[in-house]
């Protein structure tokens, strides 16, 4: 019922920057809690970044100072700005949320969803 999209993944030098998106679509009531995990090759997903849907922020100890993420919720999309990228940044990045949506007859439907994953190479 509800997919998320993400983009603005690709190969950037050590030290540069990428803004990575995540847009929400389908039948979407509210989205609550967003996040971005990352993947590197042969390694666990975990936790890059997280945003409330109030604004609250979270943070991986590795990236702080170097990420933001972001959110509008009038466009149910999430960003995050990629700052002094370093080689192991590598990875595929995927977002997932947190949604309710209301069925027909007003009952709640409450899930979590994530998206398809973007690549990110940090490489000169």
């Known amino acids: 019922q509800v997919q998320l999209v993400e983009s603005g993944g690709g190969l950037v030098q050590p030290g540069g920057s990428l803004r990575l998106s995540c847009a929400a679509s389908?039948?979407?009531?509210?989205?609550?809690?967003m996040a971005w995990y990352s993947q590197a090759a042969g390694k666990q997903r975990e936790l890059v970044a997280a945003?409330?849907?109030?604004?609250?922020?979270n943070y991986a100890d590795s990236v702080k100072g170097r990420f933001t993420i972001s959110r509008d919720n009038a466009k149910n999309t999430m960003y995050l700005k990629m700052n002094s990228l370093r080689p192991e940044d590598t990875a595929v990045y995927f977002c997932?949320?947190?949604?309710?949506?209301?069925?027909?007859?007003?009952?709640?439907?409450?899930?979590?969803?994530w998206g398809q994953g973007t690549q990110v190479t940090v490489s000169v």
């Open positions: 997932n949320a947190d949604y309710i949506y209301y069925t027909d007859t007003g009952e709640p439907v409450v899930g979590r969803t």
């Open positions: 389908g039948r979407i009531s509210r989205i609550n809690d």
């Open positions: 945003i409330t849907s109030g604004g609250g922020t």
